[in-house]
């Protein structure tokens, strides 16, 4: 993975996100594997929709810039994740409406979404009659914590797709950027559905 394409998949993944409205205000970041030991992340406070080849940072997998600048104040949650699998090739963190409104409607630890087609839009999913469960964890300003959460959950059942934190957003991944896009985009999709679902008063 050359540094130029990784960066400008993610200036075009900043873009597309930023039309939709799923990073406002400068929220979020972004992030590519760049080797068994390193990846490229946004810098911290950008804002993702105007992101140039100076708004990226190379850092090792403990998390610490390699580069000149300051990193994603999120960038731990990247690093356990490359650290977790090494499938894993390109991280979206975006804080949409429904992703946000959606984790804190939802009590306990995992949001499950059921009988929609688009859950087909995540890699292994083959029916609309499987629930998936999308895991949940509690905001916290201490990044060095989720990450130890998230490791601990997956150590306990690797996750798949991505993961809400409440009230904040959601993380999707892929093995590949335009895995990691379309994980985002069916899981957005997905979660517009269940919010609609729920004003609705709709089951079934
Ligand atoms: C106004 S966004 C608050 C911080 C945050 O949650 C985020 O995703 C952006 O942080 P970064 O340091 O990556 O710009
Ligand atoms: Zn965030």
Not at 59 to 68: F, H, K, R, S
Not at 115 to 123: A, D, H, I, P
Not at 162 to 171: A, F, I, M, N, P
Request: hydrophobic share 40%; proline share 4%; charged share 20%.
């Amino acid at each position: 993975m050359t540094l130029s394409f990784a960066s400008q998949a993610l200036i075009d993944a900043g873009r597309w996100i930023d039309q939709r409205g799923w990073c406002p205000a400068t929220g979020g970041n972004f992030s590519m594997r760049l080797g068994d030991d390193r990846a490229l992340v946004t810098a911290s406070g950008r804002h993702k929709g105007y992101l140039t080849d100076e708004d990226f940072l190379q850092v090792n997998l403990a998390g610490e810039a390699i580069t000149p600048g300051k990193p994603s104040a999120e960038t731990l949650v990247h690093t356990a994740l490359y650290r977790l699998s090494p499938q894993i090739g390109a991280v979206l963190h975006t804080h949409s409406v429904a992703s946000t409104v959606l984790s804190r409607l939802t009590p306990g630890d995992h949001l499950p979404l059921e009988g929609f087609e688009m859950q087909k839009s995540l890699q292994g999913n083959l029916t609309h009659e499987a629930t998936v469960c999308l895991p949940i964890f509690d905001n916290t300003q201490d990044m060095q914590i989720l990450a130890e959460q998230i490791e601990q959950r997956w150590r306990a059942r690797p996750l798949q797709w991505g993961l809400l934190v409440r009230g904040h957003g959601l993380y999707a991944w892929g093995q590949t950027i335009d895995e990691a896009r379309r994980h985002l985009e069916g899981l957005e999709f997905l979660f517009a559905c269940e919010m609609e679902m729920r004003r609705l008063g709709g089951r079934g």
